[in-house]
C-alpha cells in the first residue's frame, strides 16, 4: 500500500531539515478514511493533497481550500465533549473543515488541532459521526502495530479505542483513535518522530480530556426535572443499596420514586436547604423507596428509622431525602442521606 503524509503532524518531525522547509503555516490534508464500525480497517485511496513551496519534502502540503482558521472556543462549540490542549503544549493552530462529505460522507465540522509538546508534532481530529467509527487520522500505513486500549478518564473510564504504530524507513508513526458512542463522536491524535520507543499516545490523549466541556458536567440538575429525576433514582438505588450491604443486609430490589425536586425557590423556603448553597451542579429532593428484601434478611436494618413494611406484599416503603451532587468525572452521587433536614 502506498505510505502518504498528509498531516502537518506527521511533516516536520523526521529531520530538523524538514521542519525549517517552509516558513508558511499548512492546513490539514483533506480527509477521507472512513469506517462504519469498531474495527479500524484500510481507508479507501484518495487525492493527495498538492504540496507547499517546501515540496522537496516529502510530507508536507500546501492549504486544503475546504479548511478554515478556528479558535479553540469555536470548537469547543461545534463539538461536545472536545479535547483540551495538553498542559505544557504549544498550539500550532486550530482549524475546521465545515463541510467534509466528500471526504468521509459526514457534514457535520471536522476539527483539527495541531500542537507541539515534548519537541513533537502532534495533530487531533474530532468529529460528530453518529453511528459511524471513523478514522480521521487521514494516515495510510501498513501498520506494524495494532491493540485495543480503554482510555482511563473519557466516558467515565469506559472509553473504547485502538493504537496504530508504522516503522518504516522514514521513522515511526503513531495513532491513537477512539469513539464516544454516547454522542457518536470520533477522535483521531496522531504524532511522527524518528524515534517513539517508549513513548505512549494514549498518555497525551488522556491530558486531552476536558471536563470543563464535558456535557454530563455542569448540567443545571434543578432546570431539568425529567433529567435529575433519573439521576437521582439511579444514584439514590446506590447509595441505599451500599448503606444496606455495610450494615449487613441485603435488598433484592429497591425502587425509587422522587417525590420533590427542590428549585432556585422553594430552596430559599427551606432553610437548611438554603444554608447548604446548593449551586447548579447540585439538587435537593424527597423521596420514597420501595424494598423488596433479600431471603433471610435483617428486615430490620432494611426498615431503618422510618421504614413501614406491607404485611401481604413484604415490600418496604423507606421515606428519605438527600443532595444529588456532581463528581468530578462527571457521573452523580447522593450526599447528605436522611430521613429530614
Same mark, same amino acid.
Given at each position: 500500500m502506498k505510505k502518504r503524509i498528509l498531516l502537518l503532524a506527521v511533516m516536520g518531525v523526521m529531520s530538523a531539515a524538514m521542519l525549517a522547509g517552509c516558513g508558511e503555516k499548512a492546513a490539514p490534508a483533506e480527509n477521507s478514511a472512513v469506517q462504519t464500525n469498531p474495527e479500524v480497517t484500510e481507508a479507501p485511496e484518495t487525492t493527495e493533497a498538492p504540496k507547499g513551496e517546501g515540496a522537496e519534502n $516529502? /510530507?508536507? =502540503? /500546501? #492549504?486544503? &481550500? $475546504?479548511?478554515? +482558521?478556528?479558535? !479553540?472556543? !469555536?470548537?469547543?462549540?461545534l463539538i461536545p465533549r472536545m479535547f483540551a490542549v495538553p498542559d505544557g503544549a504549544e498550539v500550532i493552530s486550530w482549524m475546521v473543515l465545515d463541510d467534509p462529505t466528500e471526504a468521509n460522507g459526514k457534514s457535520d465540522p471536522l476539527v483539527d488541532l495541531q500542537f507541539t509538546m515534548d519537541g513533537r508534532i502532534f495533530d487531533a481530529r474530532a468529529q460528530i459521526t453518529g453511528d459511524d467509527y471513523l478514522d480521521l487520522s487521514g494516515l495510510y500505513y501498513d501498520w506494524t502495530v495494532e491493540d485495543d486500549v480503554t482510555l482511563a478518564k473519557w466516558g467515565f473510564g469506559n472509553m473504547q479505542g485502538k493504537t496504530f504504530r508504522s516503522i518504516n524507513e522514514n521513522g515511526m508513526v503513531d495513532l491513537l483513535t477512539w469513539y464516544d458512542t454516547e454522542i457518536g463522536i470520533s477522535y *483521531?491524535?496522531? =504524532?511522527?518522530?524518528e524515534d517513539l520507543d517508549g513513548f505512549d499516545i494514549q498518555a497525551v490523549a488522556e491530558q486531552m480530556y476536558n471536563a470543563d466541556n464535558e456535557p454530563l458536567s455542569g448540567y443545571t440538575l434543578k432546570d431539568d426535572t425529567e433529567y435529575c429525576t433519573e439521576q437521582i433514582q439511579i444514584a439514590m438505588a446506590q447509595a441505599l443499596m451500599d448503606a444496606y450491604e455495610e450494615s449487613g443486609a441485603e435488598a433484592e430490589s429497591i425502587t425509587v420514586i422522587v417525590d420533590k425536586i427542590y428549585d432556585s425557590e422553594t430552596e430559599a423556603e427551606c432553610e437548611p436547604v438554603?444554608? #447548604? &448553597?446548593? /449551586?447548579? +451542579?447540585? *439538587? *435537593?429532593f424527597e423521596c420514597h423507596c420501595e424494598v423488596v428484601p433479600a431471603e433471610g434478611a435483617d428486615v430490620n436494618i432494611l426498615m431503618g428509622a422510618n421504614g413501614v413494611q406491607d404485611e401481604e406484599t413484604g415490600v418496604i416503603t423507606v421515606y428519605l431525602l438527600g443532595v444529588l451532587v456532581t463528581k468530578e468525572d462527571g457521573s452523580y452521587a447522593v450526599e447528605n442521606l436522611g430521613t429530614g433536614w
Open positions: $516529502p /510530507g508536507e =502540503v /500546501g #492549504m486544503a &481550500n $475546504p479548511w478554515r +482558521d478556528s479558535t !479553540e472556543e !469555536e470548537a469547543k462549540e *483521531a491524535l496522531s =504524532v511522527a518522530a438554603a444554608e #447548604m &448553597n446548593l /449551586g447548579k +451542579d447540585a *439538587a *435537593a
